[in-house]
């Protein structure tokens, strides 16, 4: 993708799920037959780097499009609406031990962060500094997440979590990544209300508040449009 507006275009079309299928293989296993495939995550999709890819999943885990493309409609959907379904999230990402079990605590730990990540994003990156509300948000609760630091016999090191949901431990640390790398202002929510769609800016400028401008962009102009004629604005 390049860096224009146009062809950085972050919204998943009308058919598209939160991860596509690109593959199914067909295996017999005790006669019977077995379907495996293999998946895109949305980061990958839409060539998100790969140093904030579990971020990005994550915040887009919640999916409150409602807009009608293409004559359907959009229904909101929530990836990790149970503890079963964040265990298998992160276990399809490698960020969980197989054998691991989450509660329904770690559920409620989880979403209070996907949301609080939501909803400084949902600021204008201008209003984020300003804003303490949100930030003892996110402190409450990156508080289950913490993370050490760990070197190893040949003195690699790396950062590693002591909670079953060590995962959601690497969004933090990507979401450090993006403040130190002075990127975090490219991380924004779609300003079209009919989307809430967290998209990574690549445009040179970054300037952008659609997650396309093609879709959300064009749909937010007629819709502004259509109000200035209802009320008879003419322009002069």
Request: glycine fraction near 6%; aromatic fraction near 8%.
């Given at each position: ?29 005790n ?16 060539s998100?780097p ?14 409150l ?35 691991a ?67 959601l ?17 490219r991380m ?49």
């Amino acid at each position: 993708m390049g860096l224009n507006d146009n062809a950085s275009n972050d919204a998943p079309g009308a058919n598209n799920k939160h991860e596509q299928i690109l593959f199914t293989g067909v295996i017999e296993v005790n006669q019977q037959k077995c379907y495996a495939s293999v998946t895109m995550h949305l980061s990958e999709k839409f060539s998100v780097p790969d140093d904030i890819a579990l971020l990005y999943d994550f915040v887009n885990s919640l999916d409150l499009r409602r807009y009608v493309e293409g004559g359907q409609v959009h229904v909101p959907d929530d990836e990790l609406d149970s503890a079963a379904k964040l265990q298998a999230w992160l276990r399809n990402r490698g960020a969980i031990a197989k054998k691991a079990t989450l509660s329904a605590q770690d559920l409620g730990r989880a979403l209070a962060l996907r949301d609080a990540l939501r909803s400084f994003l949902q600021l204008a990156p201008a209003e984020r500094a300003a804003d303490a509300a949100i930030a003892a948000q996110i402190n409450a609760a990156a508080a289950h997440f913490p993370m050490t630091l760990a070197m190893g016999k040949a003195g690699a090191i790396t950062l590693q979590s002591g909670s079953l949901t060590g995962g959601l431990s690497r969004v933090l640390a990507e979401f450090y990544q993006l403040s130190v790398t002075d990127r975090l202002d490219r991380m924004k929510m779609c300003a079209s209300d009919e989307c809430s769609w967290i998209f990574y800016d690549r445009s040179k400028p970054g300037n952008r508040r659609w997650c396309s401008s093609t879709l959300c962009g064009n749909r937010e102009k007629i819709r502004v449009y259509r109000n200035r004629q209802k009320q008879g604005y003419t322009g002069d």
